[in-house]
């Protein structure tokens, strides 16, 4: 059960965090601040999968992860400061002139932290096949209160996150999140001239 909702969660993160990586990306193309407009709802629900899957791999099987910190440091501070680099580009970017630097910095924290995570993967990889314990395993044995979340409250929570997922994607599907609109200065730029 441990390892079916971790991968449920992990695919989860992996998704939606992947598919605003992209379309940060993205956001270099011609037309990347419509990108980057059209993101936000994906944005916020990419941030609490992976803070979900964070925070249930700690409570479920934090001692099995213990054991990998030595191995991740490194890959997972790297992939933090791209993930904070992202962010402070997609948040100051629309405040501040929503133009080619802002779009580059997001797109390079975007990939930077891409790569962070792959490494943070790789790193996991590398050391369960040195002999590090994977988390679920007997060694590292969860507390009964864990136990007790993992069989009765967590697959709750999950089903009822990622349905109110979906309701809230569909229900933003296409609206302008304005604390995240890339494209109000061109839109105010192309009315002024117009007029």
């Given at each position: 059960?441990?390892?079916?909702?971790?991968?449920?969660?992990?695919?989860?993160?992996?998704?939606?965090?992947?598919?605003?990586?992209?379309?940060?990306?993205?956001?270099?193309?011609?037309g990347g601040a419509r990108h980057l407009?059209?993101?936000?709802?994906?944005?916020?629900?990419?941030?609490?999968?992976?803070?979900?899957?964070?925070?249930?791999?700690?409570?479920?099987?934090?001692?099995?992860?213990?054991?990998?910190?030595?191995?991740?440091?490194?890959?997972?501070?790297?992939?933090?400061?791209?993930?904070?680099?992202?962010?402070?580009?997609?948040?100051?970017?629309p405040r501040f002139g929503p133009g080619?630097?802002?779009?580059?910095?997001?797109?390079?924290?975007?990939?930077?932290?891409?790569?962070?995570?792959?490494?943070?993967?790789?790193?996991?990889?590398?050391?369960?096949?040195?002999?590090?314990?994977?988390?679920?395993?007997?060694?590292?044995?969860?507390?009964?209160?864990?136990?007790?979340?993992?069989?009765?409250?967590?697959?709750?929570?999950?089903?009822?996150?990622v349905a109110l997922q979906l309701v809230?994607?569909?229900?933003?599907?296409?609206?302008?999140?304005?604390?995240?609109?890339?494209?109000?200065?061109?839109?105010?730029?192309?009315?002024?001239?117009?007029?």
């Open positions: 059960m441990t390892i079916a909702l971790l991968a449920a969660l992990a695919a989860g993160s992996v998704v939606v965090e992947g598919c605003v990586i992209a379309r940060c990306l993205a956001g270099l193309a011609p407009t059209a993101l936000g709802a994906g944005f916020l629900a990419g941030e609490l999968w992976t803070i979900g899957l964070l925070g249930a791999a700690h409570g479920l099987v934090g001692p099995g992860l213990h054991a990998l910190v030595p191995w991740i440091t490194v890959p997972a501070t790297v992939a933090l400061v791209g993930w904070v680099v992202r962010d402070a580009g997609l948040w100051l970017g080619a630097g802002w779009r580059l910095l997001v797109a390079a924290g975007a990939a930077v932290q891409g790569c962070g995570t792959a490494l943070v993967a790789s790193a996991v990889a590398l050391a369960w096949a040195s002999g590090a314990p994977p988390p679920w395993s007997p060694e590292a044995a969860s507390s009964p209160l864990a136990t007790a979340v993992l069989h009765a409250v967590l697959p709750v929570a999950l089903a009822l996150g809230w994607l569909l229900a933003l599907r296409g609206a302008r999140i304005p604390m995240l609109d890339w494209t109000h200065r061109e839109r105010a730029s192309a009315q002024r001239t117009t007029s």
